[in-house]
């Protein structure tokens, strides 16, 4: 009986590893690489005269990590490597803080001896086969880019795309079919607002919702999200600052071409941690006792034509309007227009010229005029896959 027992266990053992061993996993890391020049208007820079930056550093999307997939599970983990971070580099959030064009990459010479690792993903999910459920942090539902402009580090999406300031955010989602459905992390970061500095209280967690149709050669996604959340003032006051987000992407094959775009309007979209342009205004302000909403509207347009199996050019523009609800006029509109042309040298080897206009419209504050000026962007992106 001792025997039988020690031969069924040795065969389960056996049949444990066994079904293990047919679980794929994946590894898989991406070395990006950033030369650009950059030149900036007077009025750009804000120093008094045109400035002129060298950016060369590693990439911000350099990442290594591995996929598993199984039968009915399927999971992934992500990390990257920051680069060369100065004192004014914001580097809690994942991006600069005071945007691309800044001198914002410090004194390090490029290297990323500070040591940090950032995780990027790190989720399962698991099919029931009526339904997914997948919790961890991954890509939010309101996460749909359609530029490949390597520069500003997730394409054009800052200029009235859709996506997020921190790109990947914890959550636990559903998914029906074409419907997911996502409850994720509150996002308070652009706290205090007039008086109401003194605490923030959350009660729900913001939700999505994504809807995703594919017909022959086109694919289209609608995305909508809804946040809400008090601030309290000295006196135990509060006051709800609500956000929403809508979204609509389409993507349209036609071979060797493709056209993509997205459209985005969104209500308080700092407060919902919407990526948005630097110095938008996009966030709730305080004026006549009460809290003021702000909107925005949005939309970019990349059209690509596949030369060959080597060659790729895509053009994208982006164009971003936003506004706050003051009496005065408080709003800040940016337009962007980029050329790319990937070229791949050999499997996983990627480089890819990038001419870029970026044109602040004048900044209005409380009724004051600000003229913001103009940059021109000028490099490659450089990348190596490699699995």
Known sequence: MKKLIIILAAIAMVGSFTATAMAEVELYGS???????????????????DD?????????LSRFGANFKSDKLTGKFE????????ASYSDTYG????GSLDK???????????????????????DFGTFKLMIGQNFPLYDAPVSRIGFYSGGLQEFGGIGYLLARSAQIRFTFGNLRVAFLSPDTRQDGVGPYTA?????????????????????????????????????DNNESIDSFVLGFRGIM?????????????????????????????????????????????GGVLTLGY??????????????????????????????????????????????????????????????????????????????????
């Open 31 to 49: 070395a990006r690489f950033r030369t650009y020049w950059v030149d900036k208007a007077e009025e750009f820079s804000q120093t008094g005269y």
């Open 104 to 126: 914002t990459y410090g004194d390090t010479g490029g290297s990323s001896h500070v040591g940090n690792l950032r995780l990027r993903h790190l989720w399962g999910e698991y």
């Open 199 to 235: 605490d923030e209280d959350v009660e729900l967690p913001r939700v999505e919702l994504r809807y995703d149709l594919k017909l022959d050669n086109t694919e289209l996604n609608f995305i909508g999200g809804y946040q809400t959340y008090d601030v309290v003032d000295a006196n």
């Open 253 to 297: 094959d036609f071979g060797p071409a493709y056209a993509k775009l997205a459209l985005t309007y969104r209500q308080n979209g700092n407060n919902y941690g919407a990526w948005t342009h630097v110095g938008a205004s996009e966030n709730a302000v305080f004026e006549n006792g009460s809290i003021q909403d702000a909107e925005a509207w």
């Open 52 to 60: 002129s930056d060298l950016d060369w550093n590693m990439g911000w």
């Open 306 to 387: 596949k030369v060959n199996d080597m060659v790729t050019i895509e053009a994208g523009a982006g164009m971003l309007m936003t506004e706050q609800d003051t009496a005065l006029d408080n709003e800040d509109d940016c337009q962007v227009y980029a050329l790319a042309v990937p070229i791949k040298l050999a499997p996983g080897v990627t480089v890819t010229p990038e001419l870029i206009f970026q044109d602040e419209d004048d900044r209005i504050t409380d009724g004051t005029t600000v003229e913001q000026g103009d940059a021109t962007i000028f490099g490659v992106f450089w990348q190596i896959d490699f699995k």
């Open 79 to 86: 990390l990257d490597a920051r680069p060369g971070i100065g």
């Open 95 to 98: 991006r600069p803080s005071s």
